[in-house]
């Protein structure tokens, strides 16, 4: 892989982890584009480092304030954060256990990649439908909410189905204030990423090659943290704005067009 291929894959990466398009979905695409062979699990994981590394940095104080209250029993509302976190974390968790070979071969698929995206587009529409039910609701996050956002985040185990995009949205339906909610589905990144590179280094840290660390490698591990934080700022603006249903209409365009190429090419 060159340094360019590695560079450009990382923008995708750091991009679409936190954008509501899929970041599985848009490597897969990439790559089947580009002509890369898969990188192997030495790339993948300086990836999620990378993208980890951004939003730890952009949620520096929330940890912070987060890791205090595990000390402090005065701090309720950042112990119960604490808690609605760990029970979103589960689902994800089942999931990965028990169905994380079967969801690896959709990946070498990207016909079904672009009908998953076309599915995540049609969910990110669904919190206009869902306007009146928010204002009903005191908007913070409760545990039925943490529970919906945490199964939200185990479906996006599908390549092309977005981890953001579910969570937000499954957040919204549940009567969460959608800049909270945004919040939360990137808080809940943390334990995600880390667990499923975790799982990945346990499991296959023979084939980890440390000549690989440099270059192109670490090139584009760079590049997926920048982007990775340019990211996180654009999402929330653009909730802030109540444009989150913009990135629906790209994940259709995009599915739809990845469909009509790659049958195409296919048949």
Same mark, same amino acid.
């Given at each position: 892989?060159?340094?360019?291929?590695?560079?450009?894959?990382?923008?995708?990466?750091?991009?679409?982890?936190?954008?509501?398009?899929?970041?599985?979905?848009?490597?897969?695409?990439?790559?089947?584009?580009?002509?890369?062979?898969?990188?192997?699990?030495?790339?993948?994981?300086?990836?999620?480092?990378?993208?980890?590394?951004?939003?730890?940095?952009?949620?520096?104080?929330?940890?912070?304030?987060?890791?205090?209250?595990?000390?402090?029993?005065?701090?309720?509302?950042?112990?119960?954060?604490?808690?609605?976190?760990?029970?979103?974390?589960? !689902?994800?968790? =089942?999931? $990965?256990?028990? *169905?994380?070979?079967? #969801?690896?071969?959709?990946?070498?698929?990207?016909? %079904? &990649?672009?009908?998953?995206?076309?599915?995540?587009?049609?969910?990110?529409?669904?919190?206009?439908?869902?306007?009146?039910?928010?204002?009903?609701?005191?908007?913070?996050?409760?545990?039925?909410?943490?529970?919906?956002?945490?199964?939200?985040?185990?479906?996006?185990?599908?390549?092309?189905?977005?981890?953001?995009?579910?969570?937000?949205?499954?957040?919204?339906?549940?009567?969460?204030?959608?800049?909270?909610?945004?919040?939360?589905?990137?808080?809940?990144?943390?334990?995600?990423?880390?667990?499923?590179?975790?799982?990945?280094?346990?499991?296959?840290?023979?084939?980890?090659? !440390?000549?690989? =660390?440099? $270059?192109?490698? *670490?090139?584009?591990? #760079?590049?997926?943290?920048?982007?990775?934080?340019? %990211? &996180?700022?654009?999402?929330?603006?653009?909730?802030?704005?109540?444009?989150?249903?913009?990135?629906?209409?790209?994940?259709?365009?995009?599915?739809?067009?990845?469909?009509?190429?790659?049958?195409?090419?296919?048949?």
């Amino acid at each position: 892989m060159s340094h360019f291929q590695a560079i450009i894959v990382g923008i995708i990466q750091g991009l679409t982890e936190f954008l509501p398009v899929s970041s599985s979905g848009h490597l897969v695409l990439a790559q089947a584009l580009m002509g890369i062979d898969d990188p192997g699990l030495t790339f993948e994981l300086l990836l999620h480092l990378g993208t980890l590394l951004s939003v730890l940095i952009y949620f520096r104080a929330t940890l912070v304030r987060l890791l205090r209250a595990v000390f402090d029993p005065s701090m309720k509302s950042d112990r119960a954060m604490i808690g609605y976190l760990a029970i979103a974390t589960v !689902p994800v968790g =089942l999931v $990965g256990l028990t *169905l994380r070979k079967q #969801v690896e071969g959709l990946g070498d698929n990207p016909s %079904a &990649v672009c009908v998953f995206l076309c599915i995540t587009g049609l969910i990110l529409f669904l919190p206009r439908l869902l306007a009146n039910r928010r204002r009903h609701s005191d908007g913070k996050i409760s545990l039925g909410s943490a529970l919906a956002m945490g199964c939200g985040q185990a479906c996006a185990v599908l390549p092309g189905i977005s981890r953001s995009g579910s969570t937000i949205v499954a957040g919204m339906a549940s009567g969460v204030q959608p800049s909270r909610a945004a919040e939360f589905s990137f808080l809940l990144a943390i334990p995600a990423i880390s667990g499923a590179s975790v799982v990945e280094f346990v499991g296959h840290y023979k084939e980890i090659d !440390p000549a690989k =660390l440099f $270059g192109p490698y *670490l090139a584009g591990a #760079v590049a997926a943290f920048m982007f990775g934080l340019v %990211a &996180v700022y654009a999402v929330l603006e653009m909730i802030r704005r109540g444009k989150f249903e913009y990135f629906a209409y790209y994940c259709l365009a995009v599915g739809i067009t990845g469909l009509i190429y790659f049958q195409s090419v296919r048949s």
